[in-house]
C-alpha cells in the first residue's frame, strides 16, 4: 500500500503569507496527486489534479508541483478564505489521503 | 450541477448493520466511477471504497474488506454502501464522491453513522 505523509500537521500564517504544504509517497506515484480543501463540517473541495492542474474555478494563489514521491501545494498569498484543512491524496494505486495540514489564523 | 445526497446514516449496536445510500442528479451518473470516503470524529479522509462506472471492477480498503459491500443501480442513480459487522472504529462521516477520473471532483454532505452499544 501507498502511504502519504504531510508536513507540517499544522501551521500559524497570516493574511498575504506565502505558505506551502508538503506531501510525500511512499513510493512514485509520478504525477497522480490532487489536494483538496476542507472546512469545518463541510466536504471537501478538489483544488488540484495530476499534481499541478488548478480545477475549474479555483483561485490562481493556489498552485501545486512535483512528481515521483514529493510535491508541494503553495499558496501564494493566503488569504482569510484559505483558513483551512489541506488533503492530498494519490490515485496511482487504490486511493490514499494524506493525514492532513490544518492551516490558521497566526 | 451535480448533487450527491447520502442517507441511511444513524445510531447502530457493534456487529449490527447499516445501508448508506448515494442519490446522484446533474450529471450521467453510469458514466463515473464512484467512491465510498469516511472521516472519523476530528480526524481525517479514509477512502473506504470503489466501484467502476459498469460495476466491473470494485475495490475496498483493507479496513472494511469482508465486511462492507459497495454497489450502485445506473437506473436509479444510485450508489449503496452496505455495511455488516460494525464496529466502534467504524464511526465516521462517509462521503459519497465522485471520480472525474483524476481526483473526486464532486462530493455529498455526507452522512454520519455512529457504532456504540
Known amino acids: 500500500d501507498i502511504q502519504m505523509t504531510q508536513s507540517p500537521s499544522s501551521l500559524s500564517a497570516s493574511v498575504g503569507d506565502r505558505v506551502t504544504i508538503t506531501c510525500r509517497a511512499s513510493?512514485?506515484?509520478?504525477?497522480?496527486l490532487a489536494w483538496y480543501q476542507q472546512k469545518p463540517g463541510k466536504a471537501p473541495k478538489l483544488l488540484i489534479y495530476?499534481?499541478?492542474t488548478l480545477e475549474s474555478g479555483v483561485p490562481l494563489r493556489f498552485s501545486g508541483s512535483g512528481s515521483g514521491t514529493e510535491f508541494t501545494l503553495t499558496i501564494s498569498s493566503l488569504q482569510p478564505d484559505d483558513f483551512a484543512t489541506y488533503y492530498c491524496?494519490?490515485?496511482?494505486?487504490?486511493?490514499?489521503f494524506g493525514q492532513g495540514t490544518k492551516v490558521e489564523i497566526k | 450541477e451535480v448533487h450527491l445526497v447520502e442517507s441511511g446514516g444513524g445510531l447502530v449496536k457493534p456487529g449490527g448493520s447499516l445501508r448508506l445510500s448515494c442519490a446522484a442528479s446533474?450529471?450521467?451518473?453510469?458514466?463515473?466511477?464512484m467512491n465510498w470516503v469516511r472521516q472519523a470524529p476530528g480526524k481525517g479522509l479514509e477512502w473506504v471504497s470503489s466501484?467502476?462506472?459498469?460495476?466491473?471492477?470494485?475495490y475496498y480498503a483493507d479496513s472494511v474488506k469482508g465486511r462492507f459491500t459497495i454497489s450502485r443501480d445506473n437506473a436509479k442513480n444510485s450508489l449503496y454502501l452496505q455495511m455488516n459487522s460494525l464496529r466502534a472504529e467504524d464511526t465516521a462521516v462517509y462521503y459519497c464522491?465522485?471520480?472525474?477520473?483524476?481526483?473526486?471532483?464532486?462530493w455529498g454532505q455526507g452522512t454520519l453513522v455512529t457504532v456504540s452499544s
Open positions: 446533474g450529471f450521467t451518473f453510469s458514466y463515473y466511477s
Open positions: 466501484i467502476r462506472d459498469s460495476s466491473d471492477y470494485i
Open positions: 464522491a465522485r471520480d472525474r477520473p483524476g481526483g473526486f471532483d464532486s
Open positions: 491524496q494519490q490515485y496511482n494505486s487504490y486511493w490514499t
Open positions: 495530476k499534481a499541478s
Open positions: 513510493q512514485s506515484i509520478s504525477s497522480w
